[in-house]
């Protein structure tokens, strides 16, 4: 499976952007368990939001009612919608999709895309 995020970019403080991560090489996408993550400068990385093959979500505390993670199975993709963002949101965002399919754990990661919130 590969990865590929878009989206990323400078931007103001309090302004938005949606990042995508298309996935391609596999039919099973939708069964996949996807995520975002990101990691700054200088700091470890963390989950920010994921999205369940059922479409439940989750999200770090930081980013609950400013970040919107959804997925569009038809076109392997799933999104990160950002609204209100801070100068410490800065950071790295990369996408990660884990699926365990007969027994084996089968996680894989995109390159990253960077994202910079200017004060």
């Known amino acids: 499976v590969q990865l590929v995020e878009s989206g990323g970019g400078l931007v103001q403080a309090g302004g938005s952007l949606r990042l995508s991560c298309a996935a391609s090489?596999?039919?099973?996408?939708?069964?996949?368990?996807m995520a975002w993550y990101r990691q700054a400068p200088g700091k470890q990385r963390e989950l920010v939001a994921g999205?369940?093959?059922?479409?439940?979500?989750h999200y770090v505390d930081s980013v609950k009612g400013r970040f919107t993670i959804s997925r569009d199975n038809a076109k392997n993709t799933v999104y990160l919608q950002m609204n209100s963002l801070k100068p410490e949101d800065t950071a790295v965002y990369s996408c990660?999709?884990?699926?365990?399919?007969?027994?084996?754990?089968?996680?894989?990661w995109g390159q990253g895309t960077l994202v910079t919130v200017s004060s």
């Open positions: 999205i369940t093959s059922g479409s439940s979500t």
């Open positions: 090489g596999s039919s099973l996408f939708s069964r996949y368990d």
């Open positions: 990660n999709a884990k699926l365990i399919f007969r027994a084996i754990e089968n996680i894989y």
